[in-house]
């Protein structure tokens, strides 16, 4: 019997397993293709901040950004390569938010460092910028070094069945509590008001002769050069869905738009190719992750019945799965947010510590039963 069962091994499964190592507990992992296969195994996993004038996500991501730096730094700093990051804005627009995000940021801001600047693009020296101290992870070896400590099965969780006091997985293993780390590939757990977008994303990784410092973010993001090599990502492509397009992704196409933006940037010199990586993000529909215990529908719909149409509904009288959670949802931003929401997680599940309605998956089922 296990304390807990990961379902997913991506970046969220992952910091989750590794906080629940951390106390002292037996930890399962499950992935049907491997450790940081999905999503994450694609990810150029630059951890930066939202340079936006203002909102939610951008306050959620700022302390991500401080929580997740400082995290990497201190548990992992062998997959954590600290970097100058460079966010230029593509348009008047971004030139104007990122020139109010400057007025009002806490962050110590950089200049351009010179042997950069000479190597940017006429429109790139242009426009306006923020350039601050971040970072870049190494996705694959983040992951694996997470799960050292848990138990790993490569295996497709079919089933999940609750038997008294405790998760059945594929009949074969039992853990008291269950979190869902499924990114955008799969919905173990079919409610109807849970939804996500899933936004297919390529990077390559690519020789060249210039010498890059930096992280640059504009149409697409270029990483410092490391042993002549940089990444380049990523694409969003709404269209493609690996598991319901029946044809096969382009990936000369997805190259030649990634090349054509960096090189908007930033002036490339004898161009390779050398590897594609390719995997879904996962979105909710109003950016905020999705964090917490899943409420049961069918049983709150019942229960619930005269409270489900009040304005402000109280997300503690529905019903929920016992010891069922969920992390999800993180969009472009899961090497940023999953460390920090690992974190609030653990200590819910652990210690019983409220997570904010704000990012509770309650408040699609509140909006799901309103307009039933
Ligand atoms: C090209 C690209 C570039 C990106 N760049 C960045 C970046 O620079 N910075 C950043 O912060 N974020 C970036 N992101 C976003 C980031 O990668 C995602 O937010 C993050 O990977 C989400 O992690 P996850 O663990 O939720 O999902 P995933 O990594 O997709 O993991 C989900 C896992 O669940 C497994 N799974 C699903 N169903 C089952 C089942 N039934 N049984 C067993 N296993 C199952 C899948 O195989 C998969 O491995 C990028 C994403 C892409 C695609």
């Known amino acids: 019997m296990y304390d807990i069962a990961i379902i997913g091994a991506g970046i969220n499964g992952c910091s989750v397993a ?49 929580y997740s730096y400082d ?47 000479i190597q940017l693009s006429e429109d790139a020296k242009k426009r306006e910028y923020v350039s601050i101290d971040a970072g870049v992870v190494d996705a694959q070896r983040v992951c694996n070094d ?32 269950v979190v869902l780390a499924t990114g955008a590939y799969d919905m173990l757990i079919k409610e109807p008001y849970i939804k996500l977008r899933g936004v297919w994303g390529h990077r ?6 210039i010498q890059n410092p930096c992280s640059i973010h504009q149409y697409v993001s270029i990483s410092p050069s490391d042993e002549g090599k940089i990444a380049i ?12 397009n029946k044809e096969a992704y382009d990936i000369e196409q997805g190259r030649a738009e990634l090349l054509q933006k960096a090189a908007k940037t930033l002036n490339l010199e004898n161009v390779e190719v050398i590897q594609d990586y390719m995997g879904l993000r996962s979105g909710s529909f109003d950016y905020l992750p999705m ?17 489900l149409h009040v304005k402000k509904p109280d997300y503690s009288e529905y019903v929920y799965y016992p010891n069922l959670t969920m992390i999800n ?9 999953a460390p920090y929401l690992a974190k609030i997680l653990t200590e819910h599940i652990l210690h019983g510590k409220k997570i904010s309605e704000r990012i509770s998956p309650a408040r699609f089922f509140a909006r799901w039963a309103k307009r039933r």
Request: hydrophobic share 40%; charged share 25%.
């Open 146 to 177: 997470m799960v050292c400590g848990a138990k790993f099965v490569k295996e497709k969780v079919e089933t999940l069945i609750f038997d008294d006091d405790f998760w059945v997985i594929n009949e074969s293993y039992s853990a008291r509590n």
């Open 18 to 66: 590794y906080e629940f190592i951390k106390e002292g507990k037996r930890v399962i992992i499950f992935d049907k293709e491997g450790i940081a296969s999905g999503g994450s195994g694609a990810a150029g996993a630059f951890v930066s901040p939202k340079f936006s004038k203002a909102g939610e996500l951008k306050e959620m991501l700022h302390s991500a950004f401080l």
């Open 204 to 209: 390559i990784d690519i020789t060249t002769t």
């Open 291 to 307: 964090l917490g215990s899943l409420v049961l529908s069918n049983e709150t719909l019942l229960t619930c019945k005269g409270s």
């Open 233 to 244: 990502g990523a694409t969003h492509n709404v269209h493609f869905h690996p598991e319901k």
């Open 329 to 337: 949802g993180s969009g472009g931003y899961g090497f940023v947010l």
């Open 71 to 117: 995290f990497y730094d201190k548990n992992f700093p062998q997959n954590f390569t600290k970097a100058q990051l460079v966010h230029i804005a593509k348009d008047e627009a971004d030139d104007e938010a990122l020139h109010i995000y400057k007025q009002n940021t806490q962050l110590p801001l950089q200049k351009i460092p010179i042997d950069l600047q």
